[in-house]
Antibody, heavy 120, light 108 residues
Framework: EVQLVQSGAEVKKPGESLKISCKGS????????IGWVRQMPGRGLEWMGI????????RYSPSFQGQVTISADKSINTAYLQWSSLKASDTAIYYC?????????????WGQGALVTVSS | DIQMTQSPSSLSASVGDKVTITCRAS??????LNWYQQKPGKAPKPLIY???SLQSGVPSRFSGSGSGTDFTLTISSLQPEDSATYYC??????????FGQGTKLEIK
């Protein structure tokens, strides 16, 4: 069974750093792209970026370029999303999702989401 | 960037109704259009990919159509469990997959 299990909820202060994780199982992790999606409170889904876990080739939405870093460690089937200096506006649920590829690409399996709260 | 615009933003319908949600792309995306369903407190789940292909396990009352810039998600006979927010997503631009703003569907 394909599963993506994300790390737990985090409460941080502005200016702090953070790295959240997404561990895949039940499939060949290093053969798929993992995408990250932000959902701010009461808002819609926003595409942040994506990484090929086989070689850590990462691509970013212009809105998130320079704001976050996406990485992966294929030896432990885990992708990461990290911030070096959090802002209150980073408060959101962050989802990782596997990119199904074929003729059409779409996000076929999703993690449960990780709530990040940034507050002084 | 390709912008995705959904309409309506919200709607209310009765059990058994036929419901249609539309999604418009700012430029042609061929049939590279996906639909997702999100229930409160849950992760989104895929419904339709490639404009009209039904994801495995999704009830057949869901269908998608369209190409170019205009797309529709149709629920043929609305069920209580279909109360959710629905998002379209374009997958035309390689690895830069933008979402629509969402349509909240409520059951009367």
């Amino acid at each position: 069974e394909v599963q993506l299990v994300q790390s737990g909820a985090e409460v941080k202060k502005p200016g702090e750093s953070l790295k959240i994780s997404c561990k895949g199982s039940g499939y060949s992790f290093n053969l798929y792209w993992i995408g990250w999606v932000r959902q701010m409170p009461g808002r819609g889904l926003e595409w942040m970026g994506i990484i090929y876990t086989g070689d850590s080739d990462a691509r970013y939405s212009p809105s998130f370029q320079g704001q976050v870093t996406i990485s992966a460690d294929k030896s432990i089937n885990t992708a990461y999303l990290q911030w070096s200096s959090l802002k209150a506006s980073d408060t959101a649920i962050y989802y990782c999702a596997r990119l199904a590829t074929g003729t059409f690409s779409y996000l076929d399996y999703w993690g449960q989401g990780a709530l990040v709260t940034v507050s002084s | 960037d390709i912008q995705m615009t959904q309409s309506p933003s919200s709607l209310s319908a009765s059990v058994g109704d036929k419901v249609t949600i539309t999604c418009r792309a700012s430029r042609s995306i061929d049939t590279y259009l996906n639909w997702y369903q999100q229930k409160p407190g849950k992760a989104p789940k895929p419904l339709i990919y490639g404009s009209s292909s039904l994801q495995s396990g999704v009830p057949s009352r869901f269908s998608g159509s369209g190409s170019g810039t205009d797309f529709t998600l149709t629920i043929s006979s609305l069920q209580p469990e279909d109360s959710a927010t629905y998002y379209c997503q374009q997958s035309y631009t390689t690895l830069m997959y933008t979402f629509g703003q969402g349509t909240k569907l409520e059951i009367k």
